[in-house]
């Protein structure tokens, strides 16, 4: 248990369905991200938070809307997904932005 | 632009077997640089990371990785590997500038261990 929940942690949704995942943190961290994973492909940042404004967004597409409503709490909003976006979605949280991540066990994303 | 090469996609060795995992970065400045492992269906885990000082880093597990800023490598290892330590293991170079962060990381080395 790393102190990062991601829930839920399997989710099928249709290409035209709307659907949010849930990363929840308790460790009093200040800094959350999105992470995708791909088989084949390395670890792709998505989005940071730093005390709950984003800071960095590596040129994601809309179709994934991030939302940090607090430091403990972050969400990805996904809408019109297409099925290459099937991946490992995983959410981390540290102290600071130059601390070590800490990571949830991730949401298995099915696009069909 | 900054990257992270891990050469090996997938290694097995014995139990009992020492073990090296090779990772070569790319950044112009001082890295951070760190190793972390994935189980099957799982998050990661960090194991050790380096900022500075010594450049042999003792991390979990019974696992060191040593820093050679002249070969720009982080390498990863242990003197003797036990069948739980199969997984896969990343390695990854934080990028940090202004207020934002940033983890660049390999695309992994799958470790398998045969009894």
Known sequence: ETGVTQTPRHLVMGMTNKKSLKCEQHLGHNAMYWYKQSAKKPLELMFVYNFKEQTENNSVPSRFSPECPNSSHLFLHLHTLQPEDSALYLCASSQGYTDEAFFGQGTRLTVV | ?115
């Open chain 2, 1 to 115: 632009a900054q990257s992270v090469t891990q050469p090996d996609i997938h290694i097995t060795v014995s139990e009992g077997a020492s073990l090296e995992l090779r990772c070569n970065y790319s950044y112009g400045a001082t890295p951070y640089l760190f190793w972390y492992v994935q189980s099957p269906g799982q998050g990661l885990q960090l194991l050790l990371k380096y900022f500075s000082g010594d450049t042999l880093v003792q991390g979990i597990k019974g696992f060191e990785a040593e820093f050679k800023r002249s070969q720009s490598s982080f390498n990863l290892r242990k003197p003797s590997v036990h069948w739980s330590d199969a997984a896969e293991y990343f390695c990854a170079v934080g990028i940090y500038g202004g207020s934002q962060g940033n983890l660049i990381f390999g695309k992994g080395t799958k470790l398998s261990v045969k009894p």
